[in-house]
């Protein structure tokens, strides 16, 4: 009897570690799934507002304005603007896209004092109303060779043409975009804001550094009578 009562002791015993085994394993995957859709929803809403950003450097209704002499395309007419890069925080509720007075610029040594420094985003100007991610729109003039100034030109025209279908080529411009989600890391907001005021080639790594999950966006623009996307 005593010999019976200890195998059933033994089953008991083994069915309840299967039960608490398979129960973990579910646990985990739950978890690994909430993992990914987390990820996926995250990627999705940083990509959401980077776009946002590049359809509104390609809007035809943006261009002329821009294009004006306070403009963000025209900025590198200037010689002496040439090599900076213009750089503005993207704010959906703001009523302009761009205006000089919320840009700043950073020179080639990495001074970003030469028109004020209100153009970096600050950790609470987010870029949609939901109040979760920050928005960075980086502007750069491309040093082109005689060709390529010349390429976008139909043979036997003149860029200073009058026909519709000839644009005037002011300049080959580089946008790159970078979104943040800084409420899924423990960054602060001194963090994040130091990270902003890089150049362009440096704030990708220095969000990888923190752990704080970013996307960046970056296209070619040939600038003239409306931004024609050229990579």
Request: hydrophobic share 40%.
């Amino acid at each position: 009897m005593s010999k019976q009562q200890g195998s059933t002791l033994v089953i008991v015993l083994i069915v309840l570690i299967l039960v608490t085994l398979i129960g973990a394993m579910g646990v985990r995957t739950g978890i690994f799934g909430l993992k990914l859709a987390t990820n996926s929803q995250i990627q999705a809403l940083l990509l959401e507002s980077s776009n946002a950003a590049l359809f509104n450097l390609e809007d035809p209704t943006q261009v002329e304005r821009q294009m004006a002499g306070d403009g963000m395309y025209s900025y590198f007419n200037a010689s002496n603007n040439a090599n900076d890069e213009l750089v503005f925080c993207y704010r959906a509720s703001q009523r302009q896209f761009f205006s000089m007075q919320n840009a700043s610029a950073i020179i080639p040594n990495g001074n970003t004092n030469k028109i004020g420094v209100t153009g970096f985003c600050k950790a609470t100007q987010f870029a949609t109303g939901r109040s979760a991610v920050l928005t960075q729109v980086y502007l750069k003039k491309n040093i082109m060779s005689d060709e390529q100034i010349f390429e976008h030109v139909s043979k036997g025209t003149s860029t200073g043409a009058s026909s519709e279908n000839i644009p005037v080529v002011s300049n080959s411009i580089s946008a790159t975009v970078i979104s943040v989600l800084p409420s899924f890391s423990s960054a602060t907001n001194s963090n994040i804001e130091d990270c902003f005021n890089k150049k362009r080639v440096e704030v990708s790594q220095c969000f990888k550094d923190l752990n704080i999950p970013f996307n960046t966006q970056h296209a070619d623009y040939i600038v003239g009578s409306q931004p024609k996307l050229v990579s």
